[in-house]
């Protein structure tokens, strides 16, 4: 798309996850004609995961990609139009809104929806950056199957991890997960499936400290550290001993959670929390101190972070902005027009 500069849009959609595609599919049944911009992670989280099994309405569980792209179609069928681009700078100081793509590109618009979601966060392992695609990785669905017959690692001990492990056991050998502590965060059922299952062993209180490999050979090893109070890595730093175990592996795996996309608000009068997240009003609402921003999703959702609540912020988002364009439209109608004196 090469936009025209002068064009206003009513709401732009930052991000196509589902909380994204849900305010989509409100947006444009209400005629606002949303534009969704699809950034460098299109479809968001979902897209990675293999069965969501509690979105409500699917008994048998439906594939995370299923989902998205069904969201997507929905959107489109109501009007919503899809660009590709990331938000680059964001100028929020003024209406209309400016929003600066990587593409070159600028959209204008009177109301934002910030659904930029949450990307994987990485562990800071020593190599991590020059091996992360060789050998490791943040998304299991994407390329566990390169690790068939491998034992592998997956670092994590919530949800995302046990999922991981659980998938890999299709292909690795052996799946070992690597929690920091003694106690698993994630839920009762997820933690005794992988702790069933007779290819996954856990191992306490231990951490990655290193990778062991190159970009030609890919993983070929690690370096553990464990520590019996848990988090190793902590107590080496400050100065305390702890054991260190030599593993071979052929892949390492991440689920540690996630960090919000939140860069691009920066430099914006858009309030952010410490630990990045899009901060929204007091109350049951999705709008923020910048009025006529408004956020839905992970990117605002510390604590609940699950498929179904993305979409109820999403739709909620969309409901807040067509409030807020309804009012704006009806003050700028009451507003008298300036008088104009009459020609002698
Ligand atoms: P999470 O619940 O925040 O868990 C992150 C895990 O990684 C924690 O165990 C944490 O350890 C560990 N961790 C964080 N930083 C680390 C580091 N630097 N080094 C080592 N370990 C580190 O994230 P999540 O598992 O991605 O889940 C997010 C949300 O999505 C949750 O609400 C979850 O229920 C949901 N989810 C659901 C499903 C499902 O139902 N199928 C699947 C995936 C996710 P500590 O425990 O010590 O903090």
């Known amino acids: 798309m090469n936009e025209a500069t002068d064009t206003v849009h009513d709401v732009v959609i930052v991000g196509s996850g589902v909380a994204g595609l849900s ?8 005629d606002l004609e949303p534009i969704v911009l699809e950034g460098p992670e299109p479809g968001g989280q979902l897209t990675l995961t293999t069965d969501v099994e509690n979105f409500l309405g699917f ?8 989902l998205i792209q069904r969201g ?4 489109e069928s109501f009007g919503a139009e899809f660009v590709h681009g990331t938000v680059e700078e964001a100028t929020l100081e003024d209406r209309p809104f400016e929003l600066g793509l990587s593409n070159g590109d600028t959209l204008r618009t009177t109301a934002l929806i910030v659904a930029s979601g949450a990307s994987a966060r990485w ?7 020059e091996l992360m695609g060789y050998g490791v990785s943040t ?33 690795a050998d052996s799946v070992t997960i690597v ?13 005794q499936r992988a702790h069933d299952h007779e ?3 856990i191992r306490w209180n231990t951490e990655l400290l290193e990778i062991h490999g190159s970009q030609d050979d890919g993983v070929t090893g690690a370096t553990l550290v464990s520590h019996p109070d848990g988090y190793p890595t902590e107590k080496l730093e400050s100065g305390h001993e702890v054991d260190r175990e030599e593993v071979d592996v052929g892949g390492i795996f991440y689920g540690v959670g996630h960090v919000p996309n939140t860069d691009f608000l920066e430099d914006t009068p858009v309030e952010l929390a410490d630990s990045g997240h899009l901060e929204t009003l007091e109350g049951m609402t999705t709008a923020t101190a910048v009025e006529g921003v408004f956020g839905a999703g992970d990117v605002m959702d510390p604590d609940y972070r699950q498929a179904i609540t993305s979409a109820g912020t999403g739709s ?8 807020w364009l309804d009012e704006q439209a009806l003050e700028s109608d009451a507003t008298p027009a300036p008088e104009i004196e009459a020609n002698d």
């Not at 008994?59 to 299923?66: N, R």
């Not at 562990?123 to 950056?129: C, H, I, Q």
């Not at 929690?179 to 933690?191: G, Q, T, Y």
């Open 23 to 30: 305010a989509a599919v409100y947006a444009a049944r209400a």
């Open 59 to 66: 008994p048998e569980g439906v594939g995370g990609m299923e």
């Open 72 to 75: 997507k179609e929905q959107a």
């Open 123 to 129: 562990v800071g392992a020593e190599n991590e950056d």
């Open 139 to 171: 998304c299991a669905t994407c390329d566990g199957a390169f690790h068939r017959g491998d034992d592998v690692l997956v670092i994590g001990g919530g949800d995302s991890a046990m999922e991981e492990a659980l998938f890999l056991t299709k292909f």
């Open 179 to 191: 929690h920091r502590r003694d106690e698993l965060r994630a839920s009762e059922v997820m933690a």
């Open 199 to 201: 290819k996954i062993e």
């Open 316 to 323: 909620m988002a969309a409901l807040d902005a067509e409030e």
